[in-house]
């Protein structure tokens, strides 16, 4: 399957051509309290009267208004005609077809459940150090330093460990080195909201950063750039996404892996997920825990989140399928295609054939569309475009 893709940021796709004059008001009644926000904060970074709070707890993970004026549900600057929010947020209104037309000057056809791509790879890193730090093949550290060492950015949004090593609590965080990278590696299944770092990487002067994130935060950037939104979108020149059905609270570690498998937060080593819950102890034991066991924990912004394959990232990856020491890449912008080709060319990375693993590609494109399904009827009807009409209860 190929495409027209313009590269992320490229501003190539159709402005709007309406005055935008929404604000906090309907974002706060369509997406924040309907059940469509993925705590993704594209909203806070982009509030330009710092009005939007955010709780990265468990239980939370929600923007929230900070005045007090107006209420919960309206903003004073909103009234006055500020619409940053609405123009940063990626489940707002037309917001998949909008984040296509920017990047690939076209939208999704109905059989493209996994969004637009150029290419299907497995890929893993060559340097030693890289591949052991990382998950499954290591690929998203391998780019994050490459494009370090190479000038394409100076800086990194990613997922840190609070408290070091020593601890799970997923927390955002800017990498700036091979070192930070390399601390911010591996997978944690909890969620992140890695744009809430933004406010640093500006504090540090950093003026080119990469994004790594869940599908949810990959459609920040583009809906920026279509929406105009502002400065705030301009420093993010790549968006690396991560394959993701669900992302759990992190009150998991305590109140079912402690507490019904005497499993300390602080004694995991690793985790993935393969089917089953996979578990690495710092003695050496291994556990599995049954995912349905996990259900109850499943955070909230993402009962209704459509999209598994990170559909607007300039390159989407995930740690699916039998090949566990490969990552499945999903190669989707020109932008993503260079640095993939560069990387080969550098001798950073080996890749094969994503049909050298028909049973990832195949399942990439089953959990799509289940991730499909869960959009609701009643919400904007594009991210359904290809699934039959909701049955009406």
Not at 38 to 65: M, R, S
Not at 240 to 265: P, R, T
Not at 303 to 313: I, K, L, R
């Amino acid at each position: 399957m190929t495409d027209t893709a313009a590269g992320a940021g490229a501003g190539a796709g159709t402005k709007p051509t309406k005055r935008w004059t929404f604000q906090w008001k309907e974002l706060y009644d369509e997406v924040i309290t309907s059940g469509l926000c993925t705590g993704c904060a594209g909203c806070v970074i982009a509030c330009p009267h710092d009005v939007i709070g955010y709780e990265h707890e468990p239980g939370a993970y929600k923007p929230f208004h900070l005045e007090e004026e107006l209420g919960t549900d309206d903003c004073v600057h909103g009234q006055k005609g500020c619409t940053s929010c609405t123009r940063a947020c990626p489940r707002f209104r037309n917001w998949e077809t909008e984040a296509d037309d920017h990047l690939f000057a076209r939208t999704r056809e109905p059989d493209e459940m996994a969004g637009i791509y150029k290419d299907i790879l497995l890929v893993r890193a060559k340097d030693d150090a890289v591949y052991e730090a990382g998950q499954d093949g290591g690929l998203v550290s391998a780019i994050l330093i490459w494009c370090l060492n190479n000038g394409i950015i100076d800086g990194a949004l990613v997922s840190m460990l609070e408290g070091g090593a020593a601890g799970w609590k997923a927390t955002p965080g800017v990498a700036t080195n091979a070192e930070e990278v390399l601390a911010g590696a591996g997978s944690r299944y909890t969620y992140s909201a890695n744009t809430i770092a933004f406010d640093e990487a500006m504090e540090k002067g950093l003026e080119s950063l990469a994004l790594v994130g869940m599908s949810c935060q990959t459609s920040i950037a583009p809906v920026m750039w279509h929406r105009r939104v502002g400065k705030v979108s301009r420093p993010i020149k790549l968006n690396i996404g991560l394959l993701c059905s669900k992302s759990f609270d992190d009150s998991l570690f305590d109140e079912l892996f402690w507490l019904k498998y005497g499993l300390k937060k602080e004694d995991i080593v690793k985790m993935n997920i393969k089917g089953v819950f996979q578990v690495w102890m710092r003695n050496g034991d291994y556990h599995e825990i049954n995912l349905k066991e996990c259900h109850a924990w499943t955070r909230e912004g993402c009962n209704h989140c459509p999209d598994f394959a990170a559909e607007h990232a300039d390159i989407s990856t995930g740690g699916i399928g039998d090949e566990t020491d490969w990552t499945l890449t999903i190669v989707r912008t020109d932008l993503g295609r260079a640095i993939i080709d560069a990387m080969i060319s550098d001798g950073v990375i080996e890749t094969r054939p994503g049909d050298d693993d028909p049973g990832a590609v195949a399942l990439m494109h089953r959990l799509a569309k289940k991730s499909r399904e869960r959009w609701p009827g009643w919400a904007n009807g594009e991210a359904r475009v290809g699934l039959p009409d909701p049955v009406k209860k």
